[in-house]
């Protein structure tokens, strides 16, 4: 973990990604899933938070303290037409991991309260 990473993980963090989970239950359900995996295709992402628009669910996360917590690799494939192209692949850094633990905590208490 990097001075930067660990000068960004705060209470503030914590609280504004735990909002967002109560708001969202599609980010909830695309977090809880990154925990769970080493990676989560784009298309993956999308099944599981129940729409088609990862991307954005991933900006609003990243926006809400995951910056540099929420990785997204572009993987070379080929195509269904064989063509070369490269897909996207959503991760947690270590640290995303416990941003994302904490927040979900956090945010299962203020629900609870």
Known sequence: MNAETLHSINDETIEKLARLIRKSRRIERLLKALLSRAFLWREE?????????SPDLVRQARDAGLRNLLLTTLTPIKSTDGRDTRAGQYSLSPEGRLVVLIALKES?????A
């Open 108 to 112: 299962n208490k203020k629900e609870q």
């Open 45 to 53: 992402a999308d099944r599981i938070a129940g729409a088609s628009n």
